[in-house]
């Protein structure tokens, strides 16, 4: 593997990561000078950050929202916060004594980042891995 496929497997990388695909431009990218790709570079690199900073925002948006919803449902019936997160989870047509079933409910949510997801666990008691070894 060349210096060059190796910055472009790079930036092609980065590109998915910032774009959702990866770039169709080889032949551009070939035709660039260093210093241009080191532009293209530190651009996308700019974008990644401003990706992942709307995302962080939106995820936090999404825990507040479920939250919301599950406080809201403690208070209407008298219910502990597992509960309501279970008639949640079951009201989706996810099983939630299933660790899979919880986290497709969460990340159909919003609510992608390992620790939140394991808070949500947690109050259900369905890390079951946690206990095998």
């Not at 551009?28 to 260093?34: G, P, Y």
């Not at 099983?95 to 390992?114: M, R, S, T, V």
């Not at 109050?123 to 946690?130: D, P």
Request: proline share 2%.
């Amino acid at each position: 593997m060349t210096i060059e496929t190796i910055s472009f497997d790079l930036y092609s990388d980065l590109h998915k990561d910032v774009h959702g695909c990866r770039p169709r431009d080889w032949d551009r990218w070939e035709a660039l000078s260093d210093a241009q790709r080191a532009a293209e570079f530190d651009s996308l690199c700019n974008l990644l950050t401003e990706v992942m900073d709307m995302e962080a925002e939106n995820e936090r948006r999404a825990v507040i929202a479920l939250d919301a919803r599950l406080d809201a449902h403690c208070e209407s019936f008298g219910i502990d916060f597992a509960t309501a997160l279970r008639w949640e989870v079951e009201g989706a047509d996810c099983d939630p004594a299933c660790e899979q079933g919880i986290g497709f409910y969460l990340w159909e949510n919003g609510i992608h980042k390992h620790a939140n997801v394991v808070r949500y666990l947690d109050a259900l008691g369905a890390r079951s891995w946690r206990n095998a070894a």
